[in-house]
T-cell receptor, first 113, second 112 residues
């Protein structure tokens, strides 16, 4: 059975800290790995990774994929209170031409002032 | 360009009542999806559609039906609501050539 596992489930840090969120997966027809940020409403897209070892970066956020070890990490440096959210990892399934995503349960990040 | 919109935003039902959730997208996406999100369970796929007039079951389809009569709309129906269907429902859409899905703002449904 395909699955995506995120760790930790929740995390509390102080502003300025650096955090690393983990995502491991077992998916038969891997196509891509995506990270989303979810505040109070809809998940919003952060990154999509398809190749191992190539870092994607956006401001203080960065992510990298290891297709051999089947995991990805999302790093956030110099955290701010606005980074508080649920971070979702999802793996895109290539099978059946449906673009289905398999989601992990998310990591709840709380950044305290 | 509104992206993906959902109506209603909130709804309270009694057990046994029926309702329809509407999702609309203006990005001309072929694929659309309905998810439910529950604490500790992440997003789980209910039904999806790869084009107008086509639908398919996802991971948790029981108790739900869907229709895609127009490309831009995807409807999710609950024929006889149960308390286990209390959840936040998200609609999403995507282009066939990309895995990235765009999400609507969600509908919070409570079934008493």
């Amino acid at each position: 059975e395909d699955k995506v596992v995120q760790s930790p489930l929740s995390l509390v840090v102080h502003e300025g800290d650096t955090v690393t969120l983990n995502c491991s997966y077992e998916v038969t027809n891997f196509r891509s790995l995506l990270w989303y940020k979810q505040e109070k409403k809809a998940p919003t897209f952060l990154f999509m990774l398809t190749s191992s070892g190539i870092e994607k970066k956006s401001g203080r956020l960065s992510s990298i994929l290891d297709k051999k070890e089947l995991f990805s990490i999302l790093n956030i440096t110099a955290t701010q209170t606005g980074d508080s959210a649920i971070y979702l990892c999802a793996v895109g399934d290539y099978g059946g031409a449906t673009n289905k995503l398999i989601f992990g349960t998310g990591t709840l990040l709380a950044v305290q002032p | 360009n509104a992206g993906v919109t959902q109506t209603p935003k909130f709804r309270v039902l009694k057990t046994g009542q029926s309702m329809t959730l509407l999702c609309a997208q203006d990005m001309n996406h072929e694929y659309m999806y309905w998810y439910r999100q529950d604490p500790g369970m992440g997003l789980r796929l209910i039904h999806y559609s790869v084009g107008e007039g086509t639908t398919a079951k996802g991971e948790v389809p029981d108790g739900y039906n869907v229709s895609r009569l127009k490309k831009q709309n995807f409807l999710l129906g609950l024929e006889s609501a149960a308390p286990s269907q209390t959840s936040v429902y998200f609609c999403a859409s995507s282009d066939p050539n990309r895995n990235e899905q765009f999400f609507g703002p969600g509908t919070r449904l409570t079934v008493l």
